[in-house]
């Protein structure tokens, strides 16, 4: 089954402790990204990557890492989490298509809350 | 200001009956408009995409529309059922290298029996 599986799906963790979403996809997609949805805003793009090695900020970057050493993972760092971080994450990949109309398939999201 | 602007930002309809969903967008270039639904609790699934070109595309129950000279959309969603009570979400996509795309905040649909 085509699927694009983030880990942990929920997590409650404290104010500077290093913690790692997991983002993995079996549709060998070139095109992965992170989002955060909060309240009210809608989904923001955190980063995003286009392939391999090659990764990109995308609206609010800040606070977060990311890496892309293989297609098929894209794992989102929190390197001092705080609690404005506290958010629902979403990890997705993109089909190709030709201008970009690629869909988007998204993972079942990560509720992370930072005290 | 967001590129994409959704209304209402909520309705309650009942079972059986028709609705109608806005999206307003400045994004340019642009690429091309996808609806998509999520469900309380998971990730956002599609349900069509417009292109430039195109006017009007229908899924099942589920009609867009696209007025790409206004930067309009609309989705129809035609004898509401129970199931289609979510959230839906217009994406406009930038014609670039990158294909960045910017969400709306959403429409949140309740359908009453």
């Known amino acids: 089954e085509a699927q694009v599986t983030q880990n942990p799906r929920y997590l409650i963790t404290v104010t500077g402790k290093k913690l790692t979403v997991t983002c993995s996809q079996n549709m060998n997609h070139e095109y992965m990204s992170w989002y955060r949805q909060d309240p009210g805003l809608g989904l923001r793009q955190i980063y995003y990557?286009?392939?391999?090695?090659?990764?990109d900020k995308g609206d609010v970057p800040e606070g977060y890492k990311v890496s892309r050493k293989e297609k098929r993972n894209f794992p989102l760092i929190l390197e001092s989490p705080s609690p404005n971080q506290t958010s629902l994450y979403f990890c997705?990949?993109?089909?190709?298509?030709?201008?970009?109309?690629?869909?988007?398939?998204f993972g079942e999201g990560s509720r992370l809350t930072v005290l | 200001k967001n590129q994409v602007e959704q209304s209402p930002q909520s309705l309650i309809i009942l079972e059986g009956k028709n609705c109608t969903l806005q999206c307003n967008y400045t994004v340019s270039p642009f690429s091309n408009l996808r609806w998509y639904k999520q469900d309380t609790g998971r990730g956002p699934v599609s349900l069509t995409i417009?292109?430039?070109?195109?006017n009007t595309k229908s899924n099942g129950r589920y009609t867009a529309t696209l007025d790409a000279d206004t930067k309009q959309s609309s989705l129809h969603i035609t004898a509401s059922q129970l199931s289609d009570s979510a959230s839906y979400i217009c994406v406009v996509t930038f014609n670039t290298n990158a294909g960045k795309s910017t969400f709306g905040d959403g429409t949140t649909l309740t359908v009453k029996p």
């Open positions: 417009m292109t430039f070109s195109e």
């Open positions: 990557s286009m392939n391999v090695e090659v990764t």
């Open positions: 997705a990949s993109r089909s190709p298509g030709t201008v970009n109309t690629g869909e988007l398939f």
